[in-house]
């Protein structure tokens, strides 16, 4: 008899969907990645412009994560090239951006089937999807009441963020929007709120497929910090607010961090204009949440992450509930 393993889908972008399913790989789980296309900075914006493909960064970085061999594979793939002699037109690019790009190209520019090549290549576990097969500009209105456009930008105006949007009509992935449907556990976060985690929820087929499936438990990995520009000030259930008022119909729980941040790592963090997210317990039980709350937090010098093991332990409590 073959095992059924609880299917976890993770929507996001950026280092914190990869430090999730760096995570979770190491447990039975059937796993699917989302991952947003809005990305317009670095080398990933310079690969948007130049080959009109969508940015590969997040995904590059998804997919190292869910690699069986990362150690090796991943330092190959991440590698960034510098300015030397006359090489200065990869200046910036990673190998493993290039190689998307490459892929992209044997395929036609079918950017899903080229990242699911790659994903061979790196022998991941689990699916990775893009949650359109183009390129998104993700736009934001701020409370001051102007519009910005690109995700790189959005927060350098000195105005808090009311609400990201496209202006455009984006179609989603049709086997992200499956997964979706089939989900027995759908994640959100960790990650920038409205840079990494809002953009999926903008596509209707995307928000339709988490608020229509209602036998999967809907799980938020609350950040640790708040971000400059984006959160600031924001409590765990202001983040919920801003996923309420985006679409998302509701939460089932919250993963919120539990462990102490030394006064050393707040001392650096308050120079960036940034702080520990507050629990905001009562607030998230009368949102109908039920509260998680895990020593998930991993420090590095005056850095403090998710630590993966410990983030995907929280969620695997709750896929156990599915079996």
Known sequence: MIAKYPRVVALGGGTG???????????????TAIVTVADDGGSSGRLLREFNMPPPGDIRNVLVALSQDEPLLGELFQYRFAAEDEAHYLEGHTLGNLLICAMNAIHGGDFVHAVEQIGHVLDIKGRVYPVSPKATVLKAELVDGRIVSGESQLASHGSPICRVFHDTPVVAVPEAVAALQQADVIVLGPGSLYTSVLPNLLLPEVCAAINGNTHADIVYVCNIMTEAGETDGYGAADHLDALFRHGLARIDHVIVNDEAIPEVVCDAY??????????????????????????????????V???????????????????
């Open 17 to 31: 969907l990869s430090s999730l399913l760096r995570g979770l790989k190491h447990f039975p789980l059937d796993l």
């Open 305 to 323: 992450r998710h630590d993966p093991i410990k983030t995907a332990a929280s969620v695997f409590s709750i896929a156990l509930t599915r079996l």
């Open 270 to 303: 308050r120079l960036e204009s940034a702080q520990p997210v507050a629990g905001d317990y009562d607030r998230l039980h009368a949102q109908g949440c039920q509260v998680i709350r895990s020593r998930i937090a991993s420090f590095q010098g005056h850095t």
